[in-house]
């Protein structure tokens, strides 16, 4: 039985045997349209043997004959177990069973002549490939050009003018026939369980269950949706209510933390002010007293107090002579005079007289305080 690609094409190759044949001119090649029909006919021979060897050995069991196996490769009885027959036949009283052992005998001629029809017509074929598992027709199809030295272009081209099966059963016997340029090819059932036309039928119906299924499973699924849509509108109406409450708990959230940080920054800092002596008397925020340490100025106001020390993360002051317009640092006042220095602080001037710098010591104390530094050279 010749198998095609698509169903439609596989219920006419149910009905009428059909050559599966490349031509450029669409007509068939007669040497391959003959070894074609003698491959269908050697087909059909194999799947009346496969038959008549299984009706065989029903008879054979139902008359309770089970001494008597047939050979496994042609199905038939050898000389000695034919004879044996004949003789239970002759010695068998009941005219029944002797009926039914000379149906097994019938058989058994009727395998002997699809045999030998068989051999005939395989002797007239060349040698089939037996399918292997996981092996493809159009693949056994390219490699036997090949061999015939075809090109791989043109392979193709031929290969493509046939029907292939889509899939194979290891034990299926693939005739390729070459002639002219012409490609032919035909798959029997040979030693699969299955024929090729009972596999395309399975396969077919295997889609097609699988196709109502999953048409079946789309309208359900469909159903889902709609609630699913109806569920999602409302779902999306409280997410946008929800978003505008969380866009306005962000808001005051993110304000409360500013001002937290701002506070905890305020508390943990040193603010100070930096500046010439002189000039700092001169504004008011310091006073110099003749015999007693300098002091806060009648102008000693928190906006003064323009830079900050985080004390969480640092506690080093680093002063610049240049950026005080002075030539070098002689002296660093520390206002309030409360601070004292080697207890509370350490200040250093380097030895080019260009920086000071002040290393907190007691950082604790200096916590959201103000300090000046009045440096002088």
């Known amino acids: 039985m010749n198998p095609f690609r698509r169903p439609t094409l596989a219920l006419a190759l149910m009905a009428a045997s059909l050559l599966m044949v490349s031509t450029a001119c669409k007509r068939e090649d007669p040497q391959i349209k003959e070894l074609t029909q003698k491959a269908a006919e050697a087909d059909k021979t194999s799947q009346q043997l496969n038959q008549a060897g299984a009706e065989e050995q029903k008879k054979l069991a139902q008359a309770g004959v089970n001494d008597i196996k047939p050979n496994t490769e042609t199905l038939q009885l050898t000389d000695e177990q034919k004879k044996a027959l004949e003789e239970r036949i002759k010695n068998e009283k009941n005219s029944s069973y002797q009926a039914l052992l000379q149906e097994v005998l019938d058989k058994d001629k009727e395998i002997k002549e699809l045999n030998s029809k068989l051999a ?23 490699r036997f050009l090949k061999k015939k030295g075809v090109p791989e272009a043109e392979a193709k081209k031929l290969v493509s003018r046939v029907a292939i099966m889509d899939k194979l059963a290891p034990g299926f016997e693939v005739y390729h026939f070459y002639a002219n340029g012409t490609y032919g090819t035909w798959v029997s059932q040979g030693k699969a369980k299955i024929s090729p036309n009972d596999l395309m039928r399975q396969e077919r119906e295997k889609i097609e269950g699988e196709r109502d299924e999953a048409v079946a499973q789309n309208e359900k699924l469909q159903e889902e949706v709609t609630d699913l849509e109806s569920q999602k509108q409302k779902i999306q109406e409280e997410i946008t209510n929800l978003q505008t409450e969380r866009s306005n708990l962000i808001e005051e959230r993110t304000k409360l933390q500013l001002d937290n940080a701002g506070q905890l920054a305020k508390l943990n800092s040193l603010h100070y002010v930096v500046g010439k002596r002189d000039t700092l008397k001169a504004d008011g925020i310091i006073e110099i007293p003749i015999f007693a340490k300098d002091r806060a100025g ?42 004292l220095k080697d207890e509370h602080y350490k200040l250093t001037i380097s030895e080019d007289k260009q920086t000071a710098t002040v290393e907190l010591i007691t950082v604790s104390r200096f916590k959201n305080d103000k300090v000046v530094f009045a440096v002088t050279e």
């Open 120 to 142: 005939k017509l395989k002797a007239d074929l060349p040698k089939p490939d037996v399918a292997r598992p996981n092996d493809s027709h159009y693949g056994m199809a390219m």
């Open 298 to 339: 009648k102008n000693w106001r928190d906006e003064v107090f323009t830079h900050s020390l985080d004390l969480r993360s640092g506690k080093t002051i680093t002063i610049k002579a240049a950026d005080l317009g002075l030539k070098r640092i002689g002296k660093v006042n520390v206002v309030p005079g409360s601070y």
